[in-house]
């Protein structure tokens, strides 16, 4: 089945450590996103890509890193400077340029512990 | 600066009631205006695209149309299952910037 896989679903970390949150699509999308969603609050845009090795910053990218070395492939980087890390992030792929479908995965919750 | 405002942040409902949830938008040069529907601790599950003033989609109960200034999603008759938070995004600029509202938290009671 087509579709968006983000793993884990529930991640632990402890204070001062980076970790990668996993995001993998088979849906064929040029376009990636991340976001991050805090309770009873709107998605708030993390980064962006639209094409393999190319990504650009969006509202709240400090403390952050993502990279985009193949199309099916968007990994976010939480690192130890995200002072406030503990949240609901989510990834999205969508067509780009078409912007006929955007779908978002399951998401990761985190939490700092 | 692009922005999407949604409203009313809540929205409770009887079974049966029919009513609208609105999604104004200020972007430079809309691509897409997107309707999505999300559950406590999942990820939003899509469920329209607009592209231009008139367009008009439909699924089960609901029926989004859009403007040249906002967008309006009307739930016709909704039943208890359709409680969830309504979430409206548009893609604007040449990056295809993927921009959410708030959200909408609606209720239908029985």
């Known amino acids: 089945d087509g579709g968006i896989t983000q793993s884990p679903k529930y991640l632990f970390r402890k204070e001062g450590q980076n970790v990668t949150l996993s995001c993998e699509q088979n849906?064929?999308?040029?376009?990636m996103y991340w976001y991050r969603q805090d309770p009873g609050q709107g998605l708030r845009l993390i980064y962006y890509s639209q094409i393999v090795n190319d990504f650009q910053k969006g509202d709240i990218a400090e403390g952050y890193s993502v990279s985009r070395e193949k199309k099916e492939s968007f990994p976010l980087t939480v690192t130890s400077a995200q002072k406030n890390p503990t949240a609901f992030y989510l990834c999205?792929?969508?067509?780009?340029?078409?912007?006929?479908?955007?779908?978002f995965g399951q998401g990761t919750r985190l939490t700092v512990v | 600066e692009d922005q999407v405002t949604q409203s009313p942040e809540a929205l409770r409902l009887q079974e049966g009631e029919s009513s609208s949830l609105n999604c104004s938008y200020t972007v430079s040069g809309l691509r897409g205006l997107f309707w999505y529907r999300q559950d406590p601790g999942k990820g939003p599950e899509f469920l329209f695209t607009?592209?231009?003033a008139g367009e008009e989609k439909e699924k089960e109960r609901l029926k989004a149309t859009l403007t040249k200034k906002e967008s309006f999603l009307h739930i016709t008759a909704p039943k208890p299952e359709d409680s969830a938070t309504y979430l409206c995004a548009v893609i604007s600029g040449g990056y295809n910037k993927l921009i959410f509202g708030a959200g909408t938290r609606l209720a239908v009671h029985p």
């Open positions: 607009l592209y231009s």
């Open positions: 999205a792929s969508g067509t780009g340029v078409s912007n006929t479908e955007a779908f």
């Open positions: 849906l064929n999308h040029d376009a």
